[in-house]
């Protein structure tokens, strides 16, 4: 699994520096799996008597536990180290357009439960509040938690973010004013990071789907919305202002219909589900059904959608020529009849070279991939600074904002 974790700023006081150091030593304990002190240390590079005080203080904390004396290689066989999976959950939660998903996981990411609702995201924001904490609370009720058995709460978003917590009025101005996550916070009283959904894909794609061992890759996500998120440097790049990924908003048509943006043409404006559905007069799953029944209308969309997708990802590989680009959202169940016209008008636009050297791929994470990306983020953070898992109550306001 490729993960790559921020660099942190240098310690300025003995406080932050044990912070730091026992979060090196969990990261590496987590990663590894299993792992002697004498492993620890020589791997971390800290000596034997600071890895013997840290590791004491996370046993004592219930978060790293003794899980089996190795094999000896002459002399005292060890004992292997191993983090306590349940010892906080995590929830991650994807705000659609007009729906709600949930999913519950413990730390080793594993979703254990899912939860899914229809809501007006893009309309009401107060009802998708009040739908929100009504659903973390019943999934954690169905899981046998407590908000107090949580690291916190990952929360992805259907558009950049203008602030930590304001969602950006121009693309859902109905929002303007109101801060999803610090409702969470009042509600749940634990840490709650938000995050642009693509991104989030992104980072799930990451860790645990088609982009495991890739370092630069981009995942594109094609539903109500149309948005991407890149990996480089085995990291989530956001861009100078944070805005990064917005594929969904350049222009393939500039004669194209007008997007809900405000711009004409744009990726969005020809794909998104409400392009297709006032474009057919089809709800977009009846668009799937009758694409898969081969009924002429359906499956002109599917083809069209290809066709304009093709176009977007031709582009993407000639300016950023990511090694595999990942695609998700509703609209890929649609699978070969998207695909064969995305990759023939892809082939017809972008260089060889770079269509040669990059891959092209669905993902293996279905439709969770964006909430299992969420709780992907708060695990990230609680890698980085143990005190999240230990203490998250008191955590909460310092972790408000997503880690660079």
């Given at each position: 699994m490729f993960v790559h974790f921020p660099n942190e700023r240098s310690p300025q006081t003995v406080g932050e520096l044990r912070r730091e150091n026992a979060g090196a030593v969990l990261r590496l304990i987590w990663a590894e799996q299993q792992l002697s002190r004498a492993e620890v240390s020589r791997k971390v590079g800290l000596s034997r008597s600071t890895v013997t005080g840290i590791v004491s203080d996370l046993i004592d904390q219930g978060l790293v536990f003794e899980a089996r004396m190795a094999r000896s290689r002459g002399g005292r066989p060890p004992i292997l180290l191993q983090v306590r999976e349940d010892f906080r959950h995590l929830v991650g939660v994807e705000l659609g357009a007009s729906h709600i998903s949930a999913?519950?996981?413990?730390?080793?990411?594993?979703?254990?439960?899912?939860?899914?609702?229809?809501?007006?995201?893009?309309?009401?924001?107060?009802?998708?509040?009040?739908?929100?904490?009504?659903?973390?609370?019943?999934?954690?009720?169905?899981?046998?938690?407590?908000?107090?058995?949580?690291?916190?709460?990952?929360?992805?978003?259907?558009?950049?973010?203008?602030?930590?917590?304001?969602?950006?009025?121009?693309?859902?101005?109905?929002?303007?004013?109101?801060?999803?996550?610090?409702?969470?916070?009042?509600?749940?009283?634990?840490?709650?990071?938000?995050?642009?959904?693509?991104?989030?894909?992104?980072?799930?794609?990451?860790?645990?789907?088609?982009?495991?061992?890739?370092?630069?890759?981009?995942?594109?996500?094609?539903?109500?919305?149309?948005?991407?998120?890149?990996?480089?440097?085995?990291?989530?790049y956001r861009g100078g202002g944070g805005i990064a990924g917005e594929i969904g908003h350049t222009t393939i048509d500039i004669h194209g219909p007008p997007c809900r943006c405000g711009l004409n043409g744009c990726l969005e404006a020809l794909v998104g589900r409400q392009s297709l559905e006032q474009r057919t007069g089809m709800s977009l799953q009846q668009i799937l059904d009758g694409a898969a029944l081969r009924e002429p209308a359906a499956l002109e969309a599917i083809t069209e959608a290809g066709t304009a997708l093709g176009i977007a990802v031709a582009n993407l590989l000639n300016l950023l020529n990511p090694a595999r680009v990942i695609l998700g959202g509703t609209l890929t169940r649609a699978g070969d009849l998207l695909l064969e016209p995305m990759r023939l008008s892809l082939a017809q636009r972008a260089l060889f070279t770079s269509v040669a050297r990059s891959k092209v791929v669905l993902t293996t994470l279905g439709e969770d991939a964006v909430a299992r990306g969420a709780a992907t983020l708060v695990l990230e953070a609680a890698l980085q600074d143990h005190t999240l898992l230990t203490n998250p109550s008191a955590s909460r306001r310092r972790r408000m904002e997503v880690p660079s």
């Open positions: 999913v519950v996981t413990d730390l080793r990411g594993r979703a254990l439960r899912h939860a899914h609702r229809s809501v007006d995201v893009q309309g009401d924001p107060e009802r998708a509040q009040q739908v929100l904490v009504e659903l973390i609370l019943q999934l954690l009720q169905e899981q046998g938690l407590s908000p107090s058995d949580l690291a916190g709460v990952g929360l992805g978003v259907p558009c950049p973010l203008s602030s930590p917590d304001q969602l950006d009025p121009n693309i859902l101005p109905a929002w303007s004013g109101h801060a999803p996550g610090a409702r969470l916070v009042e509600a749940l009283g634990v840490p709650v990071l938000m995050e642009n959904d693509a991104n989030l894909g992104a980072l799930a794609e990451l860790w645990w789907g088609a982009g495991q061992g890739v370092g630069d890759f981009s995942y594109i996500k094609v539903a109500t919305g149309v948005g991407a998120g890149h990996i480089i440097g085995g990291r989530v």
